[in-house]
């Protein structure tokens, strides 16, 4: 709530003394690199991203059948993907996600994080079949829960992606639609208010260039 990092530490610092009392606990290595997933988002810090991914694989090593760990490191992956630009990093979580559904198949967040990842990998690409299935993986996650604002957000994304590559109006809609949709299921959604004043800007500026 207050994106202190301060506070971030203080919370992985307990995290590290229950480790201390109980090391081989994967829960508490799950939490743990999920505080520092939270500060590396904070601080842009590939360390800090290491560091966690460093934690979900100790917490599989205890618990191979451990879905929310799996789940986690895909999304540490995307994170660390989207700042060093690097479509190696993407394809990694999409293997984590994929290995999250096959131990949970009805795990929301996965599928979110699955298409996450291929509208990222597609907008690196500029590759439509990748855009496409990165809706796909929204469109699956919306069966699960239909007003899910991640799915809608990312489903939105891509289409705006989309509608750059095919220099397509119409597309731009759409996905102004899905990001509204998306703010609609969750008004503080800050990201999908970026994404959609995004998409108004890419759409204004189709228009007076004339696709």
């Given at each position: ?47 800090l ?23 986690n490191w ?18 990694e ?7 999250t559904?096959r ?57 705006a ?8 109006t ?28 995004g ?10 260039t004339?696709?």
């Amino acid at each position: 709530m207050k994106n202190d990092e301060a506070l971030y530490r203080e919370a992985i610092g307990k995290h590290e003394a229950a480790l201390r009392l109980k090391s081989d606990d994967p829960e508490t290595l799950n939490d743990s690199g999920g505080m520092l997933v939270e500060l590396a988002r904070l601080k842009n810090d590939e360390g800090l991203y290491r560091e966690a991914i460093g934690k979900f694989e100790a917490a599989l090593r205890l618990k191979s059948n451990y879905p929310e760990a799996l789940n986690n490191w895909g999304n540490a992956l995307v994170e660390l993907a989207r700042l060093k630009n690097d479509e190696a990093l993407y394809r990694e979580a999409i293997v984590k996600f994929e290995s999250t559904l096959r131990l949970k198949p009805d795990y929301l967040q996965a599928l979110g994080g699955w298409g996450a990842a291929l509208g990222e990998l597609a907008r690196l690409k500029n590759d439509e079949a990748l855009y496409r299935e990165a809706i796909s993986k929204c469109q699956a996650g919306l069966q699960l829960k239909p007003d899910y604002p991640t799915s809608l957000r990312y489903w939105g994304r891509a289409l705006a992606g989309l509608a750059g590559m095919k220099r397509d109006t119409a597309l731009y809609h759409e996905a102004i639609g899905k990001l509204g949709a998306a703010l609609q299921a969750r008004p503080d959604y800050k990201e999908a208010l970026e994404d959609l004043g995004g998409a108004l800007i890419d759409l204004s500026n189709s228009k007076s260039t004339k696709f």
